[in-house]
């Protein structure tokens, strides 16, 4: 009896290994026999980089960088063992964690530090960097970004301008004379899970902004200053800024496009490649992956959907460990899930599933009717 487990982390309360060493513990009360593989997983969310230095054996990188204020602090990278690629997970730069709630306002917000962790990466010589663009405090179109990797931009008074969201409406002239020349030698694979478009109703400004502290004013300015970015790109760069995934991270995915080059691909794919996850489904009896919530953000391409699709085509069983289940039986069927188990129940709140995860893990699993997912006959 073969057994892959592949789950996201629990955010907040285990990450994605600690996930895979309580369901393997729980599993081996069963049959001490079992041939259990773990294959810890994110999905080009918190945790990539990480994930994807340890998987091949890299290093992990700190350095200065600005957050998104422009302030000081430290953040870091991984490069991988090879020393070819390096991981960057724009959060840990720009990302709204870093701010306190009165502190949120995209219009204010800079990618900067982005740039500052692709400069230092270029520094290491790499020729490829793979980004992750989630959990971002910005609508900047990555002009702060761009602005750390040697790119200057002007008003039509030929002032230069600080590289933030509320600047984009001012954008008159972009300067690329002293942008850094290692980036036309390096590969960027920009990971990004949204489809949204630059600008617009379904845009950067009216879908995420709100979010980020952005009021209904701000927000309508905002889309005007990502349509004006959008324009004068096209005439000066002659590069178009119109396809699914530029809104993405405040317009971060049109910059990674416009200032790096950058090809867009879903974080799901991207990490199941890189780390060989369907040759791994293929030879596995049964498939077990989780994740903290299971709900409706879980069917656009988060790890549960992912394992579970590719699970469904090689005709595996999948077993879904959540924190919390928010999907209807009919839901999570349909990408391929046979059976749930959520910590969280009418006996447990979401609260003591996320202090006692671990131990509700294994708890939910030893008291699970294995029977049901039609697999290995000692496991009832």
């Given at each position: 009896?073969?057994?892959?487990?592949?789950?996201d982390?629990?955010?907040?309360?285990?990450?994605?290994?600690?996930?895979?060493?309580?369901?393997?513990?729980?599993?081996?009360?069963?049959?001490?026999?079992?041939?259990?593989q773990?294959?810890?997983?994110?999905?080009?969310?918190?945790?990539?980089?990480?994930?994807?230095?340890?998987?091949?054996?890299?290093?992990?990188i700190?350095?200065?960088?600005?957050?998104?204020?422009?302030?000081?602090?430290?953040?870091?990278?991984?490069?991988?063992?090879?020393?070819?690629?390096?991981?960057?997970?724009?959060?840990?730069?720009?990302?709204?964690?870093?701010?306190?709630?009165?502190?949120?306002?995209?219009?204010?917000?800079?990618?900067?530090?982005?740039?500052?962790?692709?400069?230092?990466a270029?520094?290491?010589?790499?020729?490829?960097?793979?980004?992750?663009?989630?959990?971002?405090?910005?609508?900047?179109?990555?002009?702060?970004?761009?602005?750390?990797?040697?790119?200057?931009?002007?008003?039509?008074?030929?002032?230069?301008?600080?590289?933030?969201?509320?600047?984009?409406?001012?954008?008159?002239?972009?300067?690329?004379?002293?942008?850094?020349?290692?980036?036309?030698?390096?590969e960027?694979?920009?990971?990004?899970?949204?489809?949204?478009?630059?600008?617009?109703?379904?845009?950067?400004?009216?879908?995420?902004?709100?979010?980020?502290?952005?009021?209904?004013?701000?927000?309508?300015?905002?889309?005007?200053?990502?349509?004006?970015?959008?324009?004068?790109?096209?005439?000066?760069?002659?590069?178009?800024?119109?396809?699914?995934?530029?809104?993405?991270?405040?317009g971060?995915?049109?910059?990674?496009?416009?200032?790096?080059?950058?090809?867009?691909?879903?974080?799901?794919?991207?990490?199941?490649?890189?780390?060989?996850?369907?040759?791994?489904?293929?030879?596995?009896?049964?498939?077990?992956?989780?994740?903290?919530?299971?709900?409706?953000?879980?069917?656009?391409?988060?790890?549960?959907?992912?394992?579970?699709?590719?699970?469904?085509?090689?005709?595996?069983?999948?077993?879904?460990?959540?924190?919390?289940?928010?999907?209807?039986?009919?839901?999570?069927?349909?990408?391929?899930?046979?059976?749930?188990?959520?910590?969280?129940?009418?006996?447990?709140?979401?609260?003591?599933?996320?202090?006692?995860?671990?131990?509700?893990i294994?708890?939910?699993?030893?008291?699970?009717?294995f029977?049901?997912?039609?697999?290995?006959?000692?496991?009832?």
């Amino acid at each position: 009896m073969k057994i892959l487990i592949a789950p996201d982390k629990f955010k907040g309360s285990l990450d994605a290994q600690q996930v895979c060493e309580a369901i393997r513990q729980a599993l081996l009360k069963y049959d001490a026999t079992l041939h259990i593989q773990t294959i810890p997983m994110a999905d080009g969310g918190e945790g990539t980089a990480q994930l994807l230095t340890e998987h091949t054996q890299g290093k992990w990188i700190t350095c200065a960088v600005r957050d998104p204020l422009f302030r000081k602090i430290e953040a870091g990278y991984g490069i991988s063992g090879d020393g070819n690629t390096a991981f960057i997970e724009m959060a840990v730069a720009s990302g709204l964690q870093l701010l306190k709630l009165d502190e949120r306002n995209p219009l204010h917000t800079s990618t900067v530090g982005t740039g500052d962790l692709i400069a230092d990466a270029l520094k290491h010589g790499v020729k490829k960097i793979v980004l992750a663009i989630g959990g971002s405090a910005t609508n900047d179109a990555g002009i702060g970004m761009a602005t750390a990797l040697g790119y200057t931009f002007y008003n039509n008074q030929n002032q230069e301008l600080t590289p933030i969201g509320k600047n984009l409406i001012n954008l008159h002239r972009i300067d690329t004379s002293d942008v850094n020349p290692q980036l036309k030698q390096t590969e960027i694979v920009v990971l990004c899970d949204v489809s949204n478009l630059l600008y617009g109703s379904n845009g950067a400004a009216f879908v995420f902004a709100p979010q980020k502290g952005a009021s209904e004013q701000d927000v309508a300015n905002l889309d005007k200053g990502l349509e004006h970015f959008a324009n004068i790109v096209h005439t000066q760069l002659n590069i178009s800024t119109d396809f699914a995934g530029a809104g993405a991270a405040g317009g971060l995915g049109a910059g990674a496009k416009v200032f790096l080059n950058a090809t867009l691909q879903r974080g799901i794919d991207y990490v199941m490649q890189a780390l060989h996850v369907e040759a791994t489904i293929q030879h596995a009896d049964l498939i077990i992956t989780g994740e903290g919530k299971m709900d409706v953000q879980t069917l656009a391409g988060k790890v549960v959907a992912g394992i579970a699709a590719t699970a469904v085509r090689h005709h595996k069983p999948v077993l879904a460990v959540v924190g919390k289940n928010e999907l209807t039986e009919t839901q999570w069927k349909q990408v391929g899930i046979t059976q749930v188990i959520s910590l969280a129940d009418k006996n447990t709140s979401v609260e003591m599933a996320m202090c006692k995860t671990y131990e509700l893990i294994s708890k939910r699993i030893e008291g699970f009717d294995f029977s049901r997912l039609a697999v290995h006959p000692r496991m009832k």
